[in-house]
């Protein structure tokens, strides 16, 4: 049975004087990380009385509170009682500098990963409705089938609200101000003056006719503007009128903004898009067909690919389409065919569903859900299906493969057939099937980080629930050795400067101050957990050690900078294998002392002692640290 962390978490708050008196927790490895407006308050005894707390230290104003194994629980409860966290200071969150493409990639999975289920139902609908009327069904002129379609249009419709939700709590923006731009962006009169084709001026200002709906980048870039105007308004405003007149700028200020200028950006760069295309068609030929099915994921991410229709549409209405819907369905089965692999491939059940899902919706014509909830989110997956389908197309171009009907999925199979005969179908059949399986098998080349929805419990804790008792360390009878994981110089455990340590309330253990900045493995085993910052590692020998390699002391301030991890969760490696480097002389100049604890976290399962190096010897890596008996 699950152990239930909650009545510990409320016990904890009210030792740490209520939740009016925290201002924020986060957490490492091993330690929930308070700051509190009152020290006073704090009642330490009752917190150390607790089961799940081993202990208590003062760092400068941060009050720290030892979790050891259970950490993560006790951290998950104080976040649904609604504690002020920080994630980016957190194991929760990806930390370090990023470079500005993952930057943005992230921003925009943060802003559409929380919609995927509701653009997954929707895309389903979509391929209920398409198998409706391929089999007749349904009649395309019916009300039924009038209703099925604006139920599975509405989610991509509305698109821009939903993503003002997410993009507030993204960038830290009032949810009802954010959804309020999305409003403006899709409000009936603004889309019929648009509509309408008449000039719209703002004060004289001209304000660019493009329609917002299905549309992504241009809600999420106003939300992130949004939450800079924010900021300047809250600094001028006068506290005493702040209630009134604070969301009252934001929004006079925001609007315009979003209907000049940022707004438009998306379609006047669909424009020139567009002509773009139509210039490369003439110069590269059937090259462009390849690089058009390679790049229509980041297109759709802009919601720019609308704006190619029209171009597609006139080439199928004068004889057929070469580029535009040839590409998407090089690139929409090519996204099938990575979310099906990712479906096969992936160890997360969640992952299997939503894979399988949106794989199926891919084929079908509706890559968001496959786009957004799985290849761009696990990143190498969406690379994959690009270049996949990017093969795909330049064959198809060079078949000169043409549809003789609008459409963009497998089911553009029967449009391969017209006034070619069968052999555009057959090269269409060819197409399409170099896009799937070359997204299918490269998705299992490349590889990616699995994500689980709940992170698992790092090591230990109630072994009933997390892990099966085959797999549990059992008591041992013979010496295991412990390699020391840096070259250095040994220290005994009680001489770590940190309480937690050297009093051994996480474990027995030996500690190496390194000379230079490599980590090694300390052993043949598992990298059970690697933090964000990656200045935490748990690790379990094959024979069931369970060991903490702390990286420095209170270094998980740096957020990972200066660190560079070679392992990710789950990974198995041998003894000596490279596991993190950092910049050693950074972080000593940055004040944190570089020191290494290596601590077994598991010592109650073993018969007698641990052991350790003489204290003071110089060390290199794979030399023996700890022998456990």
Same mark, same amino acid.
């Given at each position: 049975?699950?152990?239930?962390? *909650?009545?510990? *978490?409320?016990?904890?708050?009210?030792?740490?004087?209520?939740?009016?008196?925290?201002?924020?927790?986060?957490?490492?490895?091993?330690?929930?990380?308070?700051?509190?407006?009152?020290?006073?308050?704090?009642?330490?005894?009752?917190?150390?009385?607790?089961?799940?707390?081993?202990?208590?230290?003062?760092?400068? =104003?941060?009050?720290?509170?030892?979790?050891?194994?259970?950490?993560?629980?006790?951290?998950?409860?104080?976040?649904?009682?609604?504690?002020?966290?920080?994630?980016? =200071?957190?194991?929760?969150?990806?930390?370090?500098?990023?470079?500005?493409?993952?930057?943005?990639?992230?921003?925009?999975?943060?802003?559409?990963?929380?919609?995927?289920?509701?653009?997954?139902?929707?895309?389903?609908?979509?391929?209920?409705?398409?198998? !409706?009327?391929?089999?007749?069904?349904?009649?395309?002129?019916?009300?039924?089938?009038?209703?099925?379609?604006?139920?599975?249009?509405?989610?991509?419709?509305?698109?821009?609200?939903?993503?003002?939700?997410?993009?507030?709590?993204?960038?830290?923006?009032?949810?009802? !101000?954010?959804?309020?731009?999305?409003?403006?962006?899709?409000?009936?009169?603004?889309?019929?003056? +648009?509509?309408?084709?008449?000039?719209?001026?703002f004060f004289s200002i001209?304000?660019?006719?493009?329609?917002?709906?299905?549309?992504?980048?241009?809600?999420?870039?106003?939300?992130?503007?949004?939450?800079?105007?924010?900021?300047?308004?809250?600094?001028?405003?006068?506290?005493?009128?702040?209630?009134?007149?604070?969301?009252?700028?934001?929004?006079?200020?925001?609007?315009?903004?979003?209907?000049?200028?940022?707004?438009?950006?998306?379609?006047?760069?669909?424009?020139? !898009?567009?002509?773009?295309?139509?210039?490369?068609s003439t110069k590269l030929?059937?090259?462009?067909?390849?690089?058009?099915?390679?790049?229509?994921? /980041?297109?759709?991410?802009?919601?720019?690919?609308?704006?190619?229709?029209?171009?597609?549409?006139?080439?199928?209405?004068?004889?057929?389409?070469?580029?535009?819907?040839?590409?998407?369905?090089?690139?929409?089965? *090519?996204?099938?065919?990575?979310?099906?692999?990712?479906?096969?491939?992936?160890?997360?059940?969640?992952?299997?569903?939503? *894979?399988?899902a949106s794989g199926i919706?891919?084929?079908?014509?509706?890559?968001?859900?496959?786009?957004?909830?799985?290849?761009?989110?696990?990143?190498?997956?969406?690379?994959?299906?690009?270049?996949?389908?990017?093969?795909?197309?330049?064959?198809?171009?060079?078949?000169?493969?043409?549809?003789?009907?609008?459409?963009?999925?497998?089911?553009?199979?029967?449009?391969?057939?017209?006034?070619?005969?069968?052999?555009?179908?057959?090269?269409?059949?060819?197409?399409?099937?170099?896009?799937?399986?070359?997204?299918?098998?490269?998705?299992?080349?490349?590889?990616?980080?699995?994500?689980?929805?709940?992170?698992?419990?790092?090591?230990?804790?109630?072994?009933?629930?997390?892990?099966?008792?085959?797999?549990?360390?059992?008591?041992?009878?013979?010496?295991?050795?412990?390699?020391?994981?840096?070259?250095?110089?040994?220290?005994?455990?009680?001489?770590?400067? =940190?309480?937690?340590?050297? =009093?051994?309330?996480?474990?027995?253990?030996?500690?190496?101050?390194?000379?230079?900045?490599?980590?090694?493995?300390?052993?043949?085993?598992?990298?059970?957990? +690697?933090?964000?910052?990656?200045?935490?590692?748990?690790?379990?020998?094959?024979?069931?050690?369970?060991?903490?390699?702390?990286?420095?002391?209170?270094?998980?301030?740096?957020?990972?900078?200066? /660190?560079?991890?070679?392992?990710?969760?789950?990974?198995?490696?041998?003894?000596?294998?490279?596991?993190?480097?950092?910049?050693?002389?950074?972080?000593?100049?940055?004040?944190?002392?570089?020191?290494?604890?290596?601590?077994?976290?598991?010592?109650?399962?073993?018969?007698?002692?641990?052991?350790?190096?003489?204290?003071?010897?110089?060390?290199?890596?794979?030399?023996?640290?700890?022998?456990?008996?």
């Amino acid at each position: 049975m699950k152990k239930d962390y *909650a009545p510990s *978490a409320k016990k904890l708050v009210q030792a740490l004087g209520g939740k009016d008196n925290i201002t924020r927790v986060f957490h490492c490895m091993t330690r929930l990380r308070f700051y509190v407006k009152d020290k006073s308050r704090i009642n330490e005894s009752d917190i150390k009385k607790l089961p799940e707390i081993s202990g208590v230290n003062w760092h400068q =104003d941060q009050f720290q509170v030892i979790a050891g194994n259970e950490v993560n629980e006790m951290y998950a409860e104080l976040v649904k009682m609604g504690i002020p966290n920080d994630d980016s =200071d957190s194991s929760q969150k990806a930390s370090g500098k990023k470079s500005v493409g993952s930057a943005i990639i992230d921003a925009i999975t943060g802003c559409m990963t929380p919609m995927i289920p509701a653009l997954t139902a929707a895309g389903m609908i979509k391929v209920v409705l398409t198998l !409706l009327t391929t089999f007749h069904l349904v009649s395309d002129t019916s009300s039924t089938y009038q209703v099925i379609s604006f139920i599975g249009d509405a989610a991509f419709y509305f698109m821009p609200f939903l993503i003002a939700a997410n993009a507030a709590k993204v960038f830290n923006v009032n949810q009802s !101000l954010a959804l309020i731009i999305a409003g403006v962006f899709l409000h009936p009169n603004f889309t019929a003056m +648009i509509e309408s084709g008449d000039p719209i001026t703002f004060f004289s200002i001209p304000v660019t006719s493009t329609t917002y709906s299905y549309s992504v980048i241009p809600v999420i870039l106003m939300v992130w503007i949004m939450s800079y105007i924010v900021k300047l308004v809250d600094r001028i405003t006068p506290r005493i009128v702040k209630l009134i007149l604070h969301p009252t700028l934001v929004i006079l200020i925001s609007a315009p903004i979003a209907i000049i200028a940022v707004g438009p950006l998306g379609g006047i760069i669909g424009d020139g !898009l567009a002509v773009a295309i139509n210039f490369l068609s003439t110069k590269l030929g059937f090259i462009i067909v390849g690089i058009l099915s390679a790049a229509f994921p /980041f297109i759709v991410m802009t919601g720019m690919h609308h704006a190619l229709t029209p171009i597609g549409l006139n080439a199928v209405a004068t004889g057929g389409d070469t580029l535009i819907f040839v590409s998407q369905v090089c690139s929409n089965v *090519a996204q099938g065919g990575a979310s099906l692999a990712v479906a096969v491939k992936s160890k997360d059940k969640n992952m299997k569903q939503l *894979a399988s899902a949106s794989g199926i919706s891919a084929l079908m014509g509706i890559t968001e859900p496959a786009l957004y909830g799985v290849t761009l989110k696990l990143k190498r997956p969406v690379v994959a299906a690009a270049i996949a389908a990017g093969i795909g197309g330049i064959v198809g171009g060079l078949l000169q493969v043409t549809l003789f009907i609008a459409q963009n999925c497998l089911l553009a199979v029967p449009a391969f057939i017209g006034e070619k005969g069968m052999t555009n179908f057959f090269y269409g059949l060819l197409m399409i099937a170099i896009s799937f399986v070359g997204a299918f098998v490269l998705t299992f080349i490349f590889g990616f980080k699995d994500e689980t929805e709940e992170e698992a419990p790092v090591t230990g804790g109630d072994s009933s629930s997390n892990t099966d008792s085959s797999d549990a360390a059992k008591p041992l009878v013979e010496k295991i050795q412990i390699l020391s994981p840096a070259d250095g110089t040994v220290k005994d455990i009680a001489e770590v400067p =940190d309480k937690t340590f050297a =009093d051994k309330v996480l474990g027995d253990g030996a500690a190496v101050v390194p000379e230079n900045g490599r980590i090694y493995a300390p052993a043949d085993g598992t990298v059970v957990s +690697i933090m964000d910052t990656k200045h935490g590692i748990m690790f379990k020998t094959d024979q069931g050690v369970e060991l903490l390699i702390h990286i420095g002391l209170e270094t998980v301030n740096l957020k990972g900078k200066y /660190f560079t991890s070679h392992v990710s969760d789950g990974a198995q490696v041998k003894a000596g294998d490279l596991l993190v480097e950092m910049d050693l002389d950074a972080i000593k100049k940055e004040g944190y002392d570089p020191i290494t604890p290596v601590v077994v976290t598991n010592g109650d399962d073993f018969i007698r002692s641990v052991n350790m190096a003489k204290s003071g010897d110089k060390i290199r890596h794979g030399d023996c640290l700890l022998t456990i008996v």
